[in-house]
């Protein structure tokens, strides 16, 4: 059974950087043909694909936010991190990692994230 798992701070200074750290158990992040994203729903709005990694190491970015994104991988800890920069309020959103080949099949349970001064 593949697990994820958010952690990172819940809240976060505007103009900061958020970095959010998604744990993978169950599964390895390297296992052919897996795409790893990262998805946000802000209050009151639908789910915003953000990017993803893939098994490959390569990324993928939304256009909307591909200026302020990266996505990265530890292998060795079956970790993968969004680091957002430039935040503002417009930002405060749960985040999800995910894990997807066709569809997503697998999420973590979703971390708050709060943008304020």
């Known amino acids: 059974q593949v697990q994820l798992q958010e952690s990172g701070p819940g809240l976060v200074k505007p103009s900061q950087t958020l970095s959010l750290t998604c744990t993978v158990s169950?599964?390895?992040?390297?296992?052919?043909?897996?795409?790893w994203s990262w998805i946000r729903q802000p209050p009151g709005k639908g789910l915003e694909w953000m990017g993803a990694?893939?098994?490959?190491?390569?990324?993928y970015y939304s256009p909307s936010l591909k200026s302020r994104t990266s996505i990265s991988r530890d292998t060795s800890k079956n970790q993968f991190t969004l680091q957002l920069s430039s935040v503002t309020p417009e930002d405060t959103a749960v985040y999800y990692c995910a894990r997807d080949r066709v569809g997503y099949d697998y999420w973590g349970q979703g971390t708050q994230v709060t943008v304020s001064s």
């Open positions: 990694i893939a098994y490959s190491g390569s990324t």
């Open positions: 169950g599964g390895s992040i390297t296992t052919n043909y897996y795409y």
